[in-house]
């Protein structure tokens, strides 16, 4: 699963611990996200693409694996 969290933490110009306090994570769990070296709940995917504004499917994507 391909993800945009990096582009949209630039975009509000906050950092993974910010993202991470936002959504009661830890900074680690942002970054393995981000890493694509754990892919996040549905829940937790809902709050991330809620921070950003955004939809699901405009943060998150499939990729051909999935």
Do not use: H, W
Request: no cysteine.
């Amino acid at each position: 699963m391909k993800n945009r969290i990096r582009i949209e933490r630039a975009i509000l110009d906050i950092t993974q611990a910010d993202l991470a306090e936002r959504i009661n994570v830890s900074r680690q769990t942002i970054n393995a996200i981000e890493s694509n070296k754990y892919v996040p709940s549905t829940v937790l995917a809902l709050k991330i693409a809620r921070i950003f504004g955004k939809s699901v499917e405009e943060v998150f994507e499939l990729d051909e694996n999935d």
